[in-house]
């Protein structure tokens, strides 16, 4: 299958500091690639669909000047977290659409705000 | 609305055999998933059934039966390795993913 990766895929930062994530999809062009958050024990949460060279489209609730997601080239998508609080903290995970029923995920970014 | 519904937790023997079941109600339906995900790990692919009936890969298996909305993963052979959480997961009719809550497998020696 394709290759998606995520960068960085750990990171801690204090509170009010701003944290980018980087997905990349490494072997294929991806139009739209999706940003997902998951907490603890919970499922995946769809923040919002990244379309190459467009405005992404957020989901209800995830605040779009909070999340700045910038989808600058086919192959990247970044998600910035933007004056980070604890309640940040969670698994970011990003995927990319190579088909319009395949998609394929980076393996994570685990946020801790302390 | 849209809704994905699957059993929360679920307990089987290390060789047995189990099957996790998912309902769903969609506005369209362009194919439904099955991930499994580890703890701490993205979700990885299992499969896809866009057309009725029974889909079968090496020890699991996806059946799918659009007039229900119903979709059963069975797992054969079972190993300790099978532990984690089965993700089910409709597309819709905008080529979105529409996520169930996940069952969690516990596999015991």
């Known amino acids: 299958g394709a290759v998606v990766s995520q960068h960085p895929s750990r990171v801690i930062c204090k509170s009010g500091t701003s944290v980018k994530i980087e997905c990349r999809s490494l072997d294929f062009q991806a139009t739209t690639m999706f940003w997902y958050r998951q907490f603890p024990k919970q499922s995946l949460m769809l923040m919002a669909t990244s379309n190459e060279g467009s405005k992404a489209t957020y989901e209800q609730g995830v605040e779009k000047d909070k999340f700045l997601i910038n989808h600058a080239s086919l192959t990247l998508s970044t998600l910035t977290v933007t004056s980070a609080h604890p309640e940040d903290s969670s698994f970011y995970i990003c995927s990319a659409r190579a088909t319009e029923t395949e998609q394929f995920f980076g393996p994570g970014t685990r946020l801790t705000v302390l | ?109």
Request: charged content about 15%; hydrophobic content about 35%; aromatic content about 12%.
């Open chain 2, 1 to 109: 609305g849209q809704n994905i519904d699957q059993p929360t937790e679920m307990t089987a023997t290390e060789g047995a055999i189990v099957q996790i079941n998912c309902t769903y109600q969609t506005s369209g339906f362009n194919g439904l998933f099955w991930y499994q995900q580890h703890a701490g790990e993205a979700p990885t692919f299992l499969s896809y059934n866009v057309l009725d009936g029974l889909e079968e890969k090496g020890r699991f298996s996806s059946f799918l039966s659009r007039s229900k909305g119903y979709s059963y993963l069975l797992l054969k052979e079972l190993q300790m390795k099978d532990s984690a959480s089965y993700l089910c997961a409709v597309m819709d009719s905008n080529y979105q993913l529409i996520w169930g809550a996940g069952t969690k497998l516990i596999i015991k020696p």
